[in-house]
């Protein structure tokens, strides 16, 4: 499961290129409905495009309210059996990801990327601190910033060749 939080107000831009200033603009209530209506609606085409539906929406994209927060997220059905679910495997799910996404263009979109991003956001399972040693051991890096960097420059990423950057 993929979650995208965010509250009104805050500065920091989330997975996709659409800005918090943007999804929040000036104006009267009934104009931020509309902006936020249209917004919300963009950020579940984007996330459905980017977890590659590629008619751009699907049942499988969802939304709630929980905490204070409007939650956009994509709930797919698990492909791993539990034996496979541990530490190590989604970490060697993670490093692979790196290149796969380098050479489909959306080199941010990563396995690590998310595991970061998810832990920036206080966003923690059973399986995050296995998971990410698993990818600090395998990458020989000291932070998820340094494996994501070694990673990306074995893929030979460069800003030229992308699409997609945060």
Same mark, same amino acid.
């Given at each position: 499961?993929? !979650? !995208?939080?965010?509250?009104? @107000?805050?500065?920091?831009?989330?997975?996709?290129?659409?800005?918090?200033? &943007? %999804?929040?603009? &000036? @104006?009267?209530?009934?104009?931020?409905?509309?902006? %936020?209506?249209?917004?919300?609606?963009?950020?579940?085409?984007? *996330? $459905?495009?980017?977890?590659? %539906?590629?008619? @751009?929406?699907?049942?499988?994209?969802?939304?709630?309210?929980? !905490?204070?927060?409007?939650?956009?997220?994509?709930? +797919?059905?698990?492909?791993?059996?539990?034996?496979? *679910?541990?530490?190590? #495997?989604? !970490? $060697?799910?993670?490093?692979?990801?790196?290149?796969?996404?380098?050479?489909?263009? =959306?080199? +941010?979109? #990563?396995?690590?990327?998310?595991?970061? &991003?998810?832990?920036?956001?206080?966003?923690?399972?059973?399986?995050?601190?296995?998971?990410?040693?698993?990818?600090?051991? @395998?990458?020989?890096?000291?932070? %998820?910033?340094?494996?994501?960097?070694?990673?990306?420059?074995?893929?030979?990423?460069?800003?030229? #060749?992308?699409?997609?950057? =945060?």
């Amino acid at each position: 499961m993929l !979650a !995208a939080p965010f509250r009104e @107000g805050e500065e920091r831009q989330q997975w996709s290129d659409v800005t918090l200033e &943007e %999804l929040f603009e &000036e @104006g009267s209530s009934s104009c931020r409905s509309t902006t %936020l209506k249209k917004n919300v609606s963009s950020a579940r085409q984007n *996330l $459905a495009l980017r977890e590659g %539906l590629t008619k @751009g929406s699907s049942s499988k994209i969802k939304e709630e309210q929980t !905490a204070g927060f409007h939650v956009i997220y994509a709930d +797919f059905d698990s492909v791993l059996t539990p034996e496979q *679910l541990n530490g190590p #495997n989604l !970490a $060697a799910y993670a490093i692979a990801s790196v290149e796969q996404c380098v050479r489909s263009g =959306h080199a +941010f979109n #990563n396995g690590v990327r998310y595991l970061l &991003e998810n832990i920036e956001w206080g966003i923690a399972t059973p399986l995050t601190a296995q998971y990410t040693n698993a990818i600090l051991q @395998g990458t020989q890096c000291n932070t %998820l910033t340094d494996a994501e960097h070694k990673l990306l420059t074995q893929a030979n990423w460069s800003p030229q #060749n992308t699409t997609g950057a =945060h």
